[in-house]
């Protein structure tokens, strides 16, 4: 997978070069691109903000560097017929999930536009972005936390990444629930004991009692998650959670 990244704080991707995106890449599995955005700004400051139309506080980003990166970025493609998918991180994009990341995790070629102010001049959006992402509801600064956020999830999905595949197929909402708590050594703590089961070796108990505490755990904290997981099970007739 390719991945380009547009911002105007490229300093702000250096944890890109740790773990597990940094392992992937030094495998060769992702090959990722950071690009300072002012390096297309057509004046002689390097601006790429200007004041808003209607008014209003802050400043917006200014189309005409987008618009020439976007195009030069594009066009890296254009010899071979590759066109990227482009993204744009945004408090007012489709929530970020599991399954987008899914999604993402089969694309060979993403873009990512970091906006930074009060966000990138709206016809840069309607022309270029394929996907208007938002991580959460809560307000960020910029789209370069949010790059990070969406750039791990979907490295994870990638193939021969994560050495024990189970480990990703087992994540949370892979299957629609939260996961089951997880203990390791010793078997007792203070005055906390590891569940029996766990140390059981009954594989079948062990599944059960995961699958109890999943389900325990996802209606306490996310019942909104089990209510979604009712209405597919409606939908194709199967039974609920
Ligand atoms: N993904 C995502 C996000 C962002 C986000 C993403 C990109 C930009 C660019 C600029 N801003 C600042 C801003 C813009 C408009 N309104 C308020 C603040 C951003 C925020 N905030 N919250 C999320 N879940």
Known sequence: MRVDIVTIFPDYLSPLE????????ARGILD????DLRQWADDVHRSVDDAPYGGGPG???RPQPWWAALTEIRALGAADGRRPRIVVPTPVGRPFTQAY??????VPWLVFCCGR??????RVIDEWADDEISIGDYVLAGGEVATLVILEAVTRLLPGVVGNAESVTDDSFT???LEAPVYT???VWGDREVPAVLRSGDHA?????????ALRRTAQRRPDLLARQDQAAADDGSGGA
Do not use: F
Request: proline letters at 2%; glycine letters at 10%; zero cysteines.
């Open 18 to 25: 740790l773990s597990l995106v940094g392992r992937a890449r």
């Open 185 to 187: 050594r010793p078997a």
């Open 117 to 122: 102010y009060e966000g990138i001049d709206a």
């Open 175 to 177: 299957d629609g629930l």
């Open 59 to 61: 400043m917006v980003m």
């Open 32 to 35: 990722v691109h950071l690009h």
């Open 101 to 106: 990341a899914a999604d993402l995790a089969d």
């Open 205 to 213: 108990a062990i599944g059960r009692w995961r699958r109890a505490e």
